[in-house]
């Protein structure tokens, strides 16, 4: 739904990739700002949605990256409310696919691991909070990104290993009964992380998609 959400505003990036931003990405930004009730809490939550934008956007640009080094042409990257995409002028192959898929998360890994071990030297208040917030970012990004159901990297990466042991009618199979099954007790474990720790994901796995998979319907 916020994937196809109209452009508003669009610029070239970085490797000369076009990035366009969804018209939801506006819900993100007052979704956000709601929470300030002061100026101080408002400048801590922009920063909070800005690094949180410019991380998504650094994940979809390792996607973008390991798409021209193996020769495919990037068409843009999309970033929207909810998360972000990168999208190729044409298909690539499975092998080619597995360091396309693997390189968003590599990203936010890195980007972890640098702001992990430089942020104890920061000066004590804003810079040294906004580093490590950094640090936890992208290390969540990275672990939620890797979950192996429809459309994260994780499930997509995981169909890509079992087309190097099994058919392409299993593997399909495989990966759509293990997302159905994680898509099933999303529902219920987001109600905990919610009621528990006050923790909200807007992202919902698509069980239907995952039905489909798993009865061998692309």
């Not at 092998?95 to 691991?113: D, K």
């Not at 990466?157 to 293990?178: N, Y």
Request: aromatic letters at 14%; a positive charge.
């Amino acid at each position: 739904m916020f994937g196809s959400s109209k452009v508003i505003f669009e610029f070239r990036g970085l490797f000369g990739v076009p990035v366009h931003i969804g018209s939801s990405i506006l819900l993100l930004v007052l979704l956000f700002l709601s929470f300030g009730t002061s100026p101080a809490q408002l400048l801590y939550n922009a920063i909070f949605l800005g690094m949180i934008i410019g991380s998504i956007y650094l994940h979809e640009l390792g996607h973008a990256w390991a798409t021209l080094v193996q020769g495919i042409p990037v068409r843009r990257i999309m970033i929207y409310g909810g998360g972000g995409f990168c999208e190729r002028t044409r298909s690539a192959t499975p092998r080619q696919e597995e360091l396309i898929v693997v390189m968003g998360p590599i990203v936010n890994l890195s980007i972890w691991a640098v702001a992990s071990l430089i942020w104890p030297y920061m000066p004590e208040g804003l810079l040294m909070w906004a580093v490590n917030l950094l640090a936890w970012i992208n290390l969540f990004l990275a672990i939620f990104n890797m979950i192996p159901v429809q459309p994260l990297d994780g499930g997509k990466l995981f169909h890509l290993l079992l087309l190097r042991f099994t058919s392409q009618a299993m593997a399909m199979r495989i990966a759509g009964g293990v997302g159905l099954v994680i898509s099933v007790l999303w529902l219920p474990a987001m109600y905990l992380a919610y009621t528990k720790l006050g923790f909200l994901l807007f992202f919902f796995p698509p069980i239907a998609l995952h039905w489909r998979m798993m009865n061998g319907k692309p």
